[in-house]
């Protein structure tokens, strides 16, 4: 006759044993390169369609993170990758970085929609720029 206690025991260990190892390979170890080539694949789409946005070689500051410079329409911003994530400075080092997460593609769709419109924001006032200076405009709002 079996003790079904010992069962019990048995059978929970086997259990918790499959549940931790289930549980380790379910989370996913993203390679820091995907991430690059990500980024890299946004930017290289707006230079095709000659949008003023450009970047430096990649750089890598510490172990498993890699940096590089970010020039849109002359303004630079550091962009930094770890894993899955990129944080992108838009208002400088000292600032909080936005992170973007490369494994949604609706973080990596925001990121993309924020340099297309910096991108834009650029482009326009590159074409818009005056031949000669002109004194102020005053702009006049109906009254409602």
Same mark, same amino acid.
Do not use: C, H
């Given at each position: ?27 996913? *170890?993203?390679? &820091? ?9 946004? !930017?290289? /789409?707006?230079?095709?369609? $000659? ?33 899955? *994530?990129?944080? &992108? ?9 936005? !992170?973007? /997460?490369?494994?949604?593609? $609706? ?38």
């Amino acid at each position: 006759m079996e003790n079904y206690g010992e069962a019990y025991k048995r059978e929970l260990e086997r259990a918790k044993l499959e549940a931790k190892a289930n549980k380790r390979a379910l989370k996913p *170890t993203f390679d &820091v390169q995907k991430t690059i080539e990500k980024f890299q694949q946004i !930017v290289e /789409d707006l230079q095709n369609v $000659s949008a003023p946005i450009s970047m430096q070689p990649v750089t890598q500051p510490a172990p498993s993170t890699f940096a590089l410079i970010m020039n849109i329409g002359g303004t630079d911003y550091e962009v930094v990758f770890f894993n899955d *994530t990129i944080k &992108v400075f838009w208002r400088g080092r000292d600032k909080t970085p936005m !992170v973007y /997460d490369a494994l949604s593609p $609706s973080r990596t769709n925001a990121l993309a929609r924020v340099i297309i419109e910096r991108a834009v924001s650029s482009a326009l006032t590159e074409n818009n720029k005056p031949a000669r200076s002109s004194g102020p405009r005053v702009v006049k709002f109906p009254q409602s």
